[in-house]
């Protein structure tokens, strides 16, 4: 990388370079669920965020790619190396619904390989239930898909966790896996 000032040209290195492009690549992701109620469907979810312990942060939503050497850990180890009003990366599933009686449900689910210099997948899964089944599993299935399409190979373990919640007022789940640089 070159860069120009007052006429001279500096030279940063490559390792230096380096680092900053992976300056934004997450080293853990941990998951975390809640559950808010509210009339009105904006607090509703402020109050599953608050719930699921991350309503402190500024959420930035990407997509299913769990990073290489991205370590799984629990809430209380990833949520201490993160700071009120911090931009915080997430994948969440999230279902808001109104209709008094309904059960919802939102469910993150991440497909871990063996090969840690490989990258992994996280399947967001949200909704309504009919009778579909485990969602949590479904979530977990869809994850494994995307790393089998991908390279070829099953998962040396998947990970979920799934919310539900029976609609009073308006109600929203959310699930995320939340990202710690």
């Known amino acids: 990388m ?3 000032g007052r006429g001279e040209e ?3 290195s490559e390792s230096l370079s380096r680092n900053l492009n992976n300056s934004l690549v997450p080293k853990k992701v941990f998951l975390t669920a809640g559950v808010g109620r509210h009339r009105d469907p904006l607090m509703s ?3 599953a965020l608050r719930d699921a312990g991350i309503e402190r942060f500024n959420l930035v939503l990407v997509s299913s790619i769990l990073p290489p050497q ?3 850990v629990e809430f209380d180890e990833g949520i201490r190396d993160l700071n009120p009003g911090q931009i915080v990366f997430c994948v969440m599933a999230k279902e808001t619904s109104d209709r008094v009686g309904e059960r919802i449900y939102a469910s993150i689910a991440i497909a871990i390989p063996e090969d840690s210099s490989l990258h992994g997948y996280i399947a967001e899964y949200h909704g309504v239930c009919n009778g579909e089944g ?3 599993k479904k979530a977990e299935e869809t994850a494994s898909q995307m790393l089998e399409t991908a390279f070829g190979i099953k998962p040396a373990r998947t990970v979920s966790l799934t919310r539900f919640a029976e609609v009073r007022d308006c109600t929203t789940v959310v699930s995320a896996a ?3 640089l």
């Open 45 to 47: 979810f402020e109050l």
């Open 70 to 72: 991205c370590e799984v």
């Open 2 to 4: 070159r860069t120009e």
């Open 134 to 136: 485990d969602v949590g």
């Open 10 to 12: 500096f030279r940063i």
């Open 178 to 180: 939340v990202f710690v």
